[in-house]
């Protein structure tokens, strides 16, 4: 059974830097692309940013480009998000999905979130 | 910038067909954008219904279809039942690695 658990949610200050994680489980991580989708409160799904399964290509939504970056770690079967100097339109769910292949391919199982929040 | 176009709202009878759109600001949508489609109840994870414009996710039943339709991509309820109020949302691949959620329609079943 492919399990996705996030971690790292946090309330954090504009400009701040914060790191999200995701634990895989039930599936051979390193053969598929994984995404970072979020989902503003009351707002519908964004994506944010997808890494192929052998990590060498990234690839973001331009309202987080140079901002954050994506990364996994294939040995430990762990996708991270770390964003950096967030902001205030960053908050929201960050959903952590499995993509449906190695490559170019849509997120088909999601984790159950995790709430970033961006204040003062 | 191309938006991704959905039906904010719609609705269906319980038992009736109902089939919701997703199509693009600028050109038409074809299987080169692998249109995907997700579920949503509030307070819930977003479910995969369908990828790669009509592949059934895992355990979804029949009764969800995906398709092109004309210059859109479409996806059909048969049989709708009250469990399938929720919120609708498609995906499309805009090159580069990049995707792009439509703004979800919200299914009413009265």
């Known amino acids: 059974e492919v399990q996705l658990l996030e971690s790292g949610g946090d309330l954090v200050q504009p400009g701040g830097s914060l790191r999200l994680s995701c634990a895989a489980s039930g599936f051979i991580f390193s053969s598929y692309a994984m995404s970072w989708v979020r989902q503003a409160p009351g707002k519908g799904l964004e994506w944010v940013s997808a890494?192929?399964?052998?990590?060498?290509?990234?690839y973001y939504a331009d309202s987080v480009k140079g901002r954050f970056t994506i990364s996994r770690d294939n040995s430990k079967n762990t996708l991270n998000l770390q964003m950096n100097s967030v902001r205030a339109e960053d908050t929201a769910i960050y959903y952590c999905?499995?993509?449906?292949?190695?490559?170019?391919?849509?997120?088909?199982?999601w984790g159950q979130g995790t709430l970033v929040t961006v204040s003062s | 910038q191309t938006v991704v176009t959905q039906e904010p709202s719609f609705s269906v009878s319980p038992g009736g067909t109902v089939t919701l759109s997703c199509g693009l600001s600028?050109?038409?949508?074809?299987?080169?954008?692998?249109p995907s489609w997700y579920q949503q109840t509030p307070g819930q994870a977003p479910r995969t219904l369908i990828y790669?414009?009509?592949t059934r996710s895992a355990g979804v039943p029949d009764r969800f279809s995906g398709s092109i339709l004309g210059d859109k991509a479409a996806l059909t309820i048969t049989g709708a039942q009250a469990h399938d109020e929720s919120d609708y949302y498609c995906?499309?691949?805009?090159?580069?690695?990049?995707?792009?959620f439509g703004g979800g329609t919200k299914l009413t079943v009265l």
């Open positions: 999905a499995k993509n449906v292949g190695a490559i170019i391919a849509a997120p088909d199982y």
């Open positions: 890494i192929t399964g052998s990590g060498g290509s990234t």
């Open positions: 600028s050109g038409s949508v074809s299987t080169s954008y692998y």
């Open positions: 995906v499309l691949y805009m090159g580069s690695g990049v995707w792009v």
């Open positions: 790669s414009t009509s």
